[in-house]
């Protein structure tokens, strides 16, 4: 009786989860204007929505409307003429989809390889989970990883990633390449680009030069407050866990001391909110303090989000740095490199500023990055899986994971060798 009764009570907390998102839908809006544009984002706070890309005259949007905003919305919206279309009709069942196809694909798990080491990219994993792996990562090649603890979140984790060398980081003639996912804790998918990294340059051992002339940071993930909170309880939570008595969360990518404050929104309600000051939160201070220690050495920084498959570059306002053309080629060498190893499905990547290309948006991690002297510095947006699936956006078809993870180490690559080349060059002059 007890055990029955138990595992009802399991079930009902599983399904528990989603029920916020009964009901609610995903639409594609299509404005014309600015103004049009604005209506929608005036809606945001007033409605609950929340814009998964905003929509602008040259691109529509995705908005995903609250069960009981959804009667309004469609009234506000054709009121100013602004066309729209349903997209997911509701939302906990693309959830539910998301959550069969990745415990089936985690039960047949068919990995040969029997290095301990190697962690099979067929499903999304759990933050502890990632914590071993690291843990393991450092224990099988102790000459060559170190597991480095970056501070705490606000909630009091650590955010630990890992340092790759073979040189113990004390050859300062090489250049480092730094890449971090998970920042928003909603995009699954970015996690298949650090660990995939992780394990073609320790288990797959097979491009020397990668391993040899550069130092590398990995940071799986960025925000662990979120990424677990959005497995336990909202799939979409985007934020750190920042107490608030309205709204919980700050924005991290938006809480950098670069512009902040000028493209970002200072309601605790909405999902760019940048915090009380630059820096108030525990989780960017742990990116800051990493690139201010290899400030000299620091030739490419990538932030892996999600989704719409772009390389971004600063700063979010608008204005290129001063070496603005050279960071546009190189961004064009990572997005043709991703391309040619894309599904012919997704489209190609799209290479640009992030104001001119996407919005403005202030106190980024990559703006950051640019502002302390990393010449390369990126926002990588991957795609959402455009294959047989029938969920999309941030979910997670666990036939792409592997895929993303390969696709993107293509534009890693990349732009690694261009950075190592052009830093030898630098040292050279
Ligand atoms: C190992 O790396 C090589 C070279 O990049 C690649 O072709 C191959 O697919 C990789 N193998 C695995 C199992 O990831
Ligand atoms: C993507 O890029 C390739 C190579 O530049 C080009 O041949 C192809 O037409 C592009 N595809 C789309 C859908 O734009
Ligand atoms: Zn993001």
């Not at 814009?51 to 040259?58: A, D, E, L, T, V």
């Not at 999304?124 to 843990?135: A, K, L, T």
Request: charged fraction near 20%.
């Amino acid at each position: 009786m007890f055990r029955v009764f138990t595992a009802f009570l399991f079930i009902s907390v599983v399904y528990a989860k989603h029920e916020i998102y009964d009901g609610a839908s995903v639409y594609e809006v299509q404005v014309e204007n600015e103004a049009q544009s604005k209506v929608v984002s005036t809606l945001e706070e007033q409605l609950g929505l929340d814009i998964w890309s905003r929509p602008g005259p040259s691109r529509s949007g995705m908005v995903l409307v609250p069960k009981n905003s959804k009667e309004e919305f469609a009234y506000k919206l054709r009121l100013a003429g602004i066309k729209f279309q349903t997209t997911v009709d509701n939302v906990k069942e693309q959830l539910e989809i998301e959550d069969r196809l990745l415990a089936a694909a985690s039960d047949k798990i068919s990995y040969d390889r029997s290095n301990k080491a190697a962690l099979p990219l067929n499903r999304v994993y759990r933050w502890q989970e990632v914590e071993n792996h690291m843990v393991q990562l450092a224990q099988t090649y102790p000459d060559k990883v170190t597991l480095v603890n970056g501070g705490p979140t606000y909630e009091g984790r650590p955010v630990n990633y890992l340092r790759v060398s073979t040189t113990n980081f004390q050859d300062l003639s090489k250049p480092v390449v730094f890449i971090m996912s998970l920042l928003h804790s909603r995009e699954w998918i970015t996690q298949a680009a650090t660990l995939y990294a992780l394990d073609q340059l320790l288990v797959n051992n097979t491009e020397s030069d990668l391993i040899n002339d550069i130092d590398w940071i990995i940071m799986p993930t960025a925000n662990p407050d979120g990424y677990i909170f959005s497995h336990d309880s909202d799939r979409f939570w985007r934020k750190n866990r920042k107490y608030g008595r309205r709204c919980m969360g700050v924005d991290l990518n938006r809480n950098y001391d670069i512009n902040w404050g000028t493209e970002s929104s200072d309601s605790p309600c909405y999902e760019d909110y940048h915090g009380t000051e630059p820096f108030s939160e525990p989780e960017s201070v742990v990116t800051k303090k990493i690139l201010e220690e290899h400030q000299d050495r620091i030739q490419l920084f990538l932030d892996i989000h999600s989704y719409g498959s772009y390389v971004l570059y600063g700063y979010g306002n608008g204005e290129l740095p001063p070496n603005g053309e050279a960071l546009s080629s190189v961004g064009v060498l990572i997005g043709d490199a991703i391309d040619a190893a894309k599904l012919t499905n997704n489209p190609n990547y799209t290479v640009g500023n992030l104001a001119q290309t996407l919005y403005p948006a202030s106190g980024g991690s990559q703006d950051y990055a640019l502002s302390v002297g990393v010449p390369y510095s990126y926002c990588l947006e991957l795609p959402a899986f455009r294959g047989s699936s029938s969920i999309t956006g941030f979910l997670v078809d666990p036939e792409f994971i592997e895929q993303a993870g390969y696709e993107t180490w293509e534009g890693i690559k990349a732009g690694a060798r261009y950075a190592l080349n052009n830093y030898r060059m630098r040292k050279e002059i």
